[in-house]
């Protein structure tokens, strides 16, 4: 099993909203909590990018592109991630992921999941 489950995931027309959940099954508390998480989706013929990230201490940052409509934020005691995202354009349309990078450079901590598809039609 994958220590990171993505989920929520879903057809939708632009402007409306999805939410995502990341969950770490295999994890416990002490071990979810520190981490600093983020979320990242790859379009189709694009490189994966980073989209959002929760740190440990909760603080959020946002990729330009879905600042004011996309939401990050954790539960540390269900080891949960999740990502609101509202006002969906057709350009959010990606696998979208979750994992915890470290360093300055982001580098992931852990094997890439399955993700969840997000479609956003016209």
């Known amino acids: 099993q994958a220590q990171l489950v993505e989920s929520g995931g879903g057809l939708v027309q632009a402007g409306g909203s999805l939410r995502l959940t990341c969950k770490a099954p295999r994890m416990i508390f002490s071990t979810f909590s520190p981490l600093d998480m983020g979320w990242y989706r790859q379009a189709p013929e694009k490189e994966r990018e980073l989209v959002a990230t929760i740190g440990s201490d909760g603080r959020t940052n946002y990729v330009d592109s879905v600042k004011g409509r996309f939401i990050i934020s954790r539960d540390n005691s269900n080891k949960k991630v999740y990502l609101q995202m509202n006002n969906l354009k057709p350009e959010d349309t990606a696998i979208y992921y979750c994992?915890?990078?470290?360093?300055?450079?982001?580098?992931?901590?852990?094997?890439w999941g399955q993700g969840t598809r997000v479609t956003v039609s016209p």
């Open positions: 994992n915890s990078f470290m360093g300055s450079d982001f580098q992931t901590r852990y094997n």
